[in-house]
């Protein structure tokens, strides 16, 4: 069972516009939360995490919002620009799961000028 | 400074034949993870180094696997014999401490097709 999950495969979004990518998660032992960015034929590149203990985080164009209740947690960015196209991967971890990051199934971003 | 380099960056053996992938990782990061994504699908953790121990091997699917660290530098990671539903990427990743306090570097990972 997927601890972890992006539920929207795909996003299309305009030049310029926000791209919201969501991620759930049903493990509430995960205490920190990752987005890595993707290219193909590349390895994943970290983008931004949160901690558990926090709401939000921002940095740049790229902010990550946190909703434990809901166990739910989304990617913002804005504006969104062409060179963002890639696929975006949630992940997290648990203090008592030591370094191992659960990813998500991944959603490809495109971005059209 | 070197990022995470992983070899062969592709392999296409036949089912039933070895396989070993190796990964450099970053100079001085003691941590050291394998993960492998199948068929398009998530990213799976596969097992954690810390210097030349294993942390944590809990993802490993079954014996056929074999990782291994000596001295606590480069790491193998050996298929034996492979089978078709290994075929996938594996990625090799590492960092200095804890995930929360510390990124973990992705390498381009090794492709792998068993035919």
């Known amino acids: 069972d997927q601890q972890v999950k992006q539920n929207s495969p795909s996003l299309s979004v305009q030049e310029g516009r926000i791209s919201i990518l969501n991620c759930d998660y049903t493990?509430?032992?995960?205490?920190?939360f990752l987005w890595y960015k993707k290219y193909p034929a590349e390895g994943p590149t970290f983008l931004i995490s949160i901690s558990s203990i926090k709401d939000k985080n921002e940095d740049g164009r790229f902010t990550v919002f946190l909703n434990k209740s809901a166990k739910h947690l989304s990617l913002h960015i804005v504006p969104s620009q062409p060179g963002d196209s890639a696929v975006y991967f949630c992940a997290a971890s648990a203090r008592n799961a030591g370094n191992m990051l659960t990813f998500g199934g991944g959603t490809r971003l495109m971005v059209k000028p | 400074e070197a990022g995470v380099t992983q070899f062969p960056s592709h392999s296409v053996i036949e089912k039933g034949q070895t396989v070993t992938l190796r990964c450099d990782p970053i100079?001085?990061?003691?941590?050291l993870y394998w993960y492998r994504r199948v068929m398009g699908k998530e990213i799976k953790f596969l097992l954690h180094?810390?210097?030349?121990?294993?942390?944590?091997e809990s993802g490993m699917p079954n014996n056929r696997f074999l990782a291994e660290r000596t001295g606590g530098t480069y790491s193998t990671l050996k298929v034996q014999p492979a089978e078709l539903e290994d075929s996938g990427v594996y990625f090799c990743?590492?960092?200095?401490?804890?995930?929360?306090?510390?990124?973990?570097?992705f390498g381009e990972g090794s492709w792998l097709t068993v035919v």
């Open positions: 990743a590492s960092s200095q401490g804890r995930v929360s306090g510390n990124t973990i570097y």
């Open positions: 493990n509430s032992m995960f205490d920190y």
């Open positions: 180094f810390v210097k030349e121990s294993k942390q944590d």
């Open positions: 100079s001085g990061h003691d941590n």
